[in-house]
């Protein structure tokens, strides 16, 4: 085993000046570390756990001994909520909910509180989805609001937003990044007002900004929509950008020392191991310049969980759950190993140990070493028996979701596109029948002269880095045939969509204190050394 620097020094190296001992946003600010925390549990060894009213796919947030915590309810998305609760003992301490500023179907198609909330001494400000960001005082009183789907337009994404707001200590940062016209916004903590914003491409992310700071500078930082782009906090200005990159709008990027960490998806028909897009920048050498690329990774892929560094390891994982882990230095691959189940939440960092939350509520630890040393394997609650919502109310209505049926069943038809009209021509012998549902659906609208065929302008944007791996005859055009088997591929890759996206699923979690506050759709668990 490789010598591993002390946890102390890796924890001091990555963490900006405005992070603290709390967990206080989105992956601690980039850097998922923490120290001091259980290995070992069981389900009758939780220290608590609680039932949420509404639903929500963000992280925790905590700060001293107040956790907080944001949902969306209602069918329709009707309320936004934010709740207080006690680390000691789970309960709960206040709550604040204000009427949505938009009403949208509340199911598993599209994102339901997904971005994490962030917190200072000051305050816990929150954004939904809807539109609604939200700032109140530690202790529940209002400080502002604003609705920013009436200030920048409608959010156009089919799946909805899901990143989560950056800070330091005046600011908010947040990456409104979607099919219309996108935007990073500096936001003011003190009163809600904007300072400025920065046009960025448009296109679908989930991808959250980090803030870096250090002896030379400091930035804001966004990975998303085939590059890492660099923005200068107090302007707005570019810094520097690494273009190139495919896949990197779901994973957000990890900073440890002078190293960026870059995550990215294999992209939708790409072949595995055909991007090179999970990297290491350096980034003591973006002084007036573009950082140096240190290292591709050749195999080793982010979906859903973004990267984390235990000493000298970083750690990415794929969608299927298998764990790559690299050298941070060079890249090279130690190991993979296929985890218990898939991962959805990024890992936790804690002393020599990597924590690993399997979206089945099983959380395997292992040791931060050259190769895969299982510590221990804990459960959250009883696999034969995992506790169903008893707060939570789905929306029902037809082609929205999959209701409150047993696994498998659904009112949704055609969310993947997953009939194309046979051989493309319609029963009565008229102009072929389009590839139906979510993406397929999006890209013929753009279809002009109604022939069936996508050519040039007619393949939106977001869509033609793609284009290289669903036309097959390699004509720059989309036939029918390329569409059809487009769309059986795609229905093929969304078969268990329903039946994996139901709760209990565990979407993120934060350490404070020896604690772990671990998240699934509609319910909180603490678990302490």
Same mark, same amino acid.
């Given at each position: 085993m490789k010598n591993l620097i002390p946890f102390s020094m890796l924890l001091a190296a990555s963490v900006s000046a405005t992070v603290h001992a709390d967990w206080t946003s989105f992956r601690n600010g980039g850097t998922s570390a923490a120290s001091q925390l259980p290995v070992t549990w069981s389900p009758d060894s939780v220290a608590w756990q609680l039932e949420l009213d509404g639903y929500g796919q963000s992280t925790p947030a905590i700060h001293g001994q107040q956790v907080f915590v944001a949902s969306v309810v209602g069918g329709m998305k009707e309320h936004c909520l934010i709740q207080c609760i006690n680390l000691t003992?789970?309960?709960?301490?206040?709550?604040?909910?204000?009427?949505?500023?938009?009403?949208?179907?509340?199911?598993?198609?599209?994102?339901?509180?997904?971005?994490?909330?962030?917190?200072d001494d000051n305050g816990v400000y929150v954004f939904f989805e809807t539109?609604?960001?939200?700032?109140?005082?530690?202790?529940?009183?209002?400080?502002?609001?604003?609705d920013l789907s009436e200030e920048f337009g409608d959010f156009q994404n089919n799946h909805g937003l899901g990143s989560s707001p950056a800070q330091n200590d005046s600011h908010l940062f947040l990456n409104l990044e979607h099919k219309g016209p996108s935007y990073l916004v500096a936001i003011r903590k003190a009163n809600g007002a904007s300072d400025w914003k920065a046009d960025r491409p448009s296109g679908s992310s989930w991808s959250s900004p980090i803030v870096v700071d250090n002896d030379r500078s400091s930035q804001v930082i966004v990975s998303s929509a085939g590059a890492v782009t660099s923005y200068s906090p107090d302007s707005g200005e570019q810094l520097w950008a690494v273009d190139g990159l495919d896949g990197n709008s779901v994973p957000s990027p990890t900073v440890h020392a002078d190293k960026l960490f870059v995550g990215a998806r294999l992209p939708e028909f790409a072949e595995e191991g055909s991007i090179r897009s999970n990297c290491c920048l350096d980034l003591s050498t973006a002084t007036g310049g573009t950082p140096k690329v240190l290292w591709r990774a050749q195999k080793a892929i982010s979906d859903y969980a973004s990267p984390v560094v235990v000493g000298e390891f970083v750690y990415f994982i794929n969608k299927v759950g298998v764990l790559h882990c690299l050298d941070v230095t060079t890249g090279d691959m130690h190991y993979l190993k296929r985890l218990k189940s898939p991962c959805w939440a990024t890992p936790i960092a804690s002393d020599e140990h990597l924590y690993l939350f399997c979206k089945d509520g099983t959380v395997q630890v292992v040791e931060a070493a050259d190769e895969f040393k299982l510590v221990a394997t804990n459960s959250l609650w009883d696999p034969a028996s995992p506790p169903k919502p008893e707060n939570y109310v789905e929306f029902s209505g037809r082609g929205h979701g999959h209701g409150h049926g047993a696994h498998g069943e659904s009112g949704h038809s055609q969310a993947s596109g997953e009939h194309s009209g046979g051989k493309g021509q319609s029963e009565s012998g008229g102009p072929p029948r389009r590839p139906g549902g979510g993406m397929i659906a999006a890209?013929?609208? @753009?279809?002009?002269? #109604? &022939? @069936?065929?996508?050519? #040039? &302008?007619?393949?939106?944007?977001?869509?033609?880095?793609?284009?290289?791996r669903v036309d097959k005859n390699g004509d720059g055009k989309l036939d029918q045939a390329e569409l059809e088997a487009m769309a059986k591929s795609f229905a093929e890759r969304r078969a268990n969509a329903q039946s994996g996206a139901r709760d209990p699923i565990v979407y993120g979690a934060a350490a404070s204190d020896g604690c772990l506050v671990i998240r699934t759709g509609t319910r909180l668990y603490c678990v302490r050394k």
């Amino acid at each position: 085993m490789k010598n591993l620097i002390p946890f102390s020094m890796l924890l001091a190296a990555s963490v900006s000046a405005t992070v603290h001992a709390d967990w206080t946003s989105f992956r601690n600010g980039g850097t998922s570390a923490a120290s001091q925390l259980p290995v070992t549990w069981s389900p009758d060894s939780v220290a608590w756990q609680l039932e949420l009213d509404g639903y929500g796919q963000s992280t925790p947030a905590i700060h001293g001994q107040q956790v907080f915590v944001a949902s969306v309810v209602g069918g329709m998305k009707e309320h936004c909520l934010i709740q207080c609760i006690n680390l000691t003992d789970g309960t709960e301490a206040w709550r604040f909910q204000i009427s949505s500023a938009k009403q949208t179907p509340s199911n598993y198609m599209a994102s339901r509180a997904a971005p994490t909330p962030v917190v200072d001494d000051n305050g816990v400000y929150v954004f939904f989805e809807t539109g609604d960001l939200v700032a109140v005082d530690l202790s529940g009183k209002k400080l502002w609001h604003r609705d920013l789907s009436e200030e920048f337009g409608d959010f156009q994404n089919n799946h909805g937003l899901g990143s989560s707001p950056a800070q330091n200590d005046s600011h908010l940062f947040l990456n409104l990044e979607h099919k219309g016209p996108s935007y990073l916004v500096a936001i003011r903590k003190a009163n809600g007002a904007s300072d400025w914003k920065a046009d960025r491409p448009s296109g679908s992310s989930w991808s959250s900004p980090i803030v870096v700071d250090n002896d030379r500078s400091s930035q804001v930082i966004v990975s998303s929509a085939g590059a890492v782009t660099s923005y200068s906090p107090d302007s707005g200005e570019q810094l520097w950008a690494v273009d190139g990159l495919d896949g990197n709008s779901v994973p957000s990027p990890t900073v440890h020392a002078d190293k960026l960490f870059v995550g990215a998806r294999l992209p939708e028909f790409a072949e595995e191991g055909s991007i090179r897009s999970n990297c290491c920048l350096d980034l003591s050498t973006a002084t007036g310049g573009t950082p140096k690329v240190l290292w591709r990774a050749q195999k080793a892929i982010s979906d859903y969980a973004s990267p984390v560094v235990v000493g000298e390891f970083v750690y990415f994982i794929n969608k299927v759950g298998v764990l790559h882990c690299l050298d941070v230095t060079t890249g090279d691959m130690h190991y993979l190993k296929r985890l218990k189940s898939p991962c959805w939440a990024t890992p936790i960092a804690s002393d020599e140990h990597l924590y690993l939350f399997c979206k089945d509520g099983t959380v395997q630890v292992v040791e931060a070493a050259d190769e895969f040393k299982l510590v221990a394997t804990n459960s959250l609650w009883d696999p034969a028996s995992p506790p169903k919502p008893e707060n939570y109310v789905e929306f029902s209505g037809r082609g929205h979701g999959h209701g409150h049926g047993a696994h498998g069943e659904s009112g949704h038809s055609q969310a993947s596109g997953e009939h194309s009209g046979g051989k493309g021509q319609s029963e009565s012998g008229g102009p072929p029948r389009r590839p139906g549902g979510g993406m397929i659906a999006a890209l013929m609208r @753009g279809d002009a002269n #109604g &022939d @069936g065929v996508l050519e #040039g &302008d007619e393949i939106s944007s977001d869509f033609r880095p793609m284009l290289t791996r669903v036309d097959k005859n390699g004509d720059g055009k989309l036939d029918q045939a390329e569409l059809e088997a487009m769309a059986k591929s795609f229905a093929e890759r969304r078969a268990n969509a329903q039946s994996g996206a139901r709760d209990p699923i565990v979407y993120g979690a934060a350490a404070s204190d020896g604690c772990l506050v671990i998240r699934t759709g509609t319910r909180l668990y603490c678990v302490r050394k």
